[in-house]
């Protein structure tokens, strides 16, 4: 039976808004969350980017729901410090805690000023800091030198069973390479016949655990609304990569993404005003294998949206 969880989204609303606005998805009847994790919006329109971590300690206690968090280690996080972070929120909420990890964006890495690495190598460093945190969690001391350096690095709060690590993953090459360390798997919403692809590769090489997927929408009570909502906030975020890992402030994505058209928009986002339409896209992600999927309305008002996915659409889901 597929879990519909709730997508937090830092880089567009306030931390202490979202709290809330967790908690009034748990009351609307969600069964799970997600965070996102940025250290910079995607554009200056949304405006935000509170702490991830700090978040999440507060919203796994004003909750009883399970969180997952994404996060990018091995630049503007050292391996050892994520470890930490998840073995404490572990601890503190056995059971309810997983975290998702991924070769991260240019926008939000490139704080440090250290180069950002070309992708094969930013995909060797994630292995290297898998490794690192699975020793770590598991009690390890540890030292490695490598696209990562850690020297007895031990941690000393740890869960009695270590949290998983799930792999996240946009393309059927990188879903059959996560299938050789991850505990599960996370990827964005595209066209049914892609992610049907890209879940196949992560069971066809072995992927355990399972397969989750965030869903971008925009719901209002009119088709203009719905879009212009989406447009405005979400026009950013259309580009495939190498443009969304590799361009590193939100001023230059809200450049090229200036002339962005809305059926642009509908290619990435779920518009409509149409509350069974949307219950019907999201049967058929489950159907073609999700088992977890985190709505994200794209839209920074979210109490709306809340009240009306929980009483009109999420009962026909179930």
Known sequence: MTTYGFHSSHEQIHPAELLKAVTRAEQAGFEA??????FSPWSERQGQSGFAWS????????????FGVV???????HPAIIAQAIGTLGAMFPGRFWAALGTGEASNEHITGDRWPRKELRTTRLRECVDVIRALLAGEEVSHDGLVTVDRARLWTRPEVPPKLVGAAVSVETARWCAEWADGLITVN???????EVVGAYRDAGGRGKAALQVHLSWAESEEEAMAIAHDQWRSNVFSPPVSW???TAELFD??????SPSKIAEV????????WHAA????????GFEEIYLHHVGQEQSAYIDVFGAKVLPQLR
Do not use: I
Not at 190 to 196: F, S
Not at 255 to 260: F, G, K, L, M, R
Not at 269 to 276: A, H
Not at 281 to 288: D, F, M, P, S, T
């Open 269 to 276: 986002v779920n518009v409509s005003s149409d509350l069974g």
């Open 246 to 248: 590799d361009l590193d």
């Open 255 to 260: 450049v090229v993404s200036a002339e962005v």
């Open 71 to 77: 996060n990018a280690p091995g630049q503007r996080y």
């Open 55 to 66: 978040w999440l300690g507060a919203a796994l206690q004003a909750t009883e729901l399970p």
């Open 33 to 38: 969350a997600m965070s996102s994790d940025h």
């Open 281 to 288: 896209r999201l049967n058929e992600y489950a159907e073609a």
């Open 190 to 196: 595209g066209p049914l016949e892609k992610l049907r």
